[in-house]
């Protein structure tokens, strides 16, 4: 009895000092990169069922942010927003298969801590995949982030503590998943996923928590009580399915990317467009999509004040002359 006891107690240690991989950028990381070419498409239907501005005040109702669309195509920075216990489910052109290491990956826009490229902002979800659209199977999802509850904004999360969620990955890296780990499962035919869905995780560790796989809460930014709450779905890239093939390197278009430091900021922002931008316009909404203000740029680098917004979250848009786009998001505090 004594010794059982041991081998628990031994058990419960080595879970809870559990390590996986970090966060992008940082050696050992398994996030993959949104041009990776191993993507060789990315989920072209989504149907959400809207989650809640705060699931503990239901009078405040669901989340309006962002169109099903935007969560299809190539990972491009536009999101669909959640909110609290959102669901979305998404197809591909074809069913994913179990192919050698990870089969697809999902884009989430959380961001970098600047000072500590461990950290990031971080929303997760849980995913589940189903071969009939009926039956659908959860990876098993694991968070050991045991500090007291992450508020709404401003505080970091370590990747390391995270598995088989969605959302452990910054914007720009997808987080992969792999059919391998659900193998042997009777209801689900690993070679032959028809569907994605996307779940997201609460983060309450009161009374609306959500369980991972071993009953632990999940620890994520709660409550986000405005109407971008919740898990910030952008994309699913498929890397196995059925009849599609990476594309040449020749053909991949010029990618577009539009960075924002610092994030979150005061004062003054700094956008980086990618280096052979010559012209773009920039255009700076806000969370509810209005245009605040647009930029003409023949350069790299913008500087924008913006001290006299009001706090929240803002979205930047560059269009180049080909007509690419690309977005990033920013929080004025
Ligand atoms: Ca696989
Ligand atoms: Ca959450
Ligand atoms: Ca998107």
């Not at 879970?15 to 989920?43: E, K, L, M």
């Not at 989504?46 to 935007?70: M, N």
């Not at 609290?84 to 994913?96: E, I, N, Q, R, W």
């Not at 659209?133 to 999360?157: E, K, M, W």
Request: negative net charge.
């Amino acid at each position: 009895m004594r010794f059982r006891l041991i081998i628990m107690m031994l058990g419960m240690s080595l879970s809870a000092v559990a390590q996986y991989p970090p966060q992008a950028g940082v050696s050992g990381s398994t996030a993959i990169s949104a041009n990776d070419s191993r993507f060789v498409a990315w989920a072209n239907t989504c149907t959400l069922v809207r989650g809640w501005v705060d699931i503990a005040d239901k009078s405040q109702g669901y989340t309006g942010f962002g169109a099903e669309a935007d969560a299809t195509g190539k990972k491009d920075g536009r999101i669909l927003c959640m909110g609290d216990s959102g669901v979305a489910t998404l197809t591909f052109v074809a069913p994913l298969f179990n192919g050698p290491g990870a089969d697809f990956a999902v884009f989430e826009n959380g961001f970098a801590n600047p000072n500590d490229p461990e950290e990031a902002f971080l929303e997760l979800a849980f995913v589940e995949v189903s071969s009939d659209g009926v039956n659908f199977v959860r990876f098993p999802a694991s968070c050991l982030i045991d500090t007291p509850q992450i508020p709404g904004a401003g505080v970091y999360s370590n990747a390391r503590k995270i598995n088989n969620m969605a959302g452990k990955y910054i914007a720009g890296y997808g987080t992969p998943f792999d059919l391998e780990e659900l193998k042997g499962i009777p209801e689900l035919d690993v070679n032959n996923v028809t569907h994605i869905r996307i779940v997201d995780a609460i983060g309450s560790l009161g009374v609306n928590a959500s369980l991972d796989k071993d009953g632990n809460k999940v620890n994520d930014p709660y409550p986000t009580p405005f109407i971008t709450g919740g898990f910030d779905l952008d994309a699913v890239g498929g890397i196995h399915v059925k009849g599609q093939f990476p594309s040449s390197v020749g053909d991949v278009a010029q990618e577009q990317t539009i960075t924002v430091a610092p994030n979150p900021a005061r004062e003054h922002i700094t956008v980086s467009l990618n280096e052979n931008v010559a012209q773009a316009v920039v255009t700076l909404t806000d969370a509810a999509g209005r245009l605040v203000k647009q930029y003409d740029i023949n350069h790299r680098i913008l500087s924008i004040n913006i001290g006299t917004l009001q706090s929240g979250v803002y979205f930047l848009t560059s269009r180049d002359e080909q007509g690419n786009k690309c977005t990033a998001r920013f929080v004025k505090y």
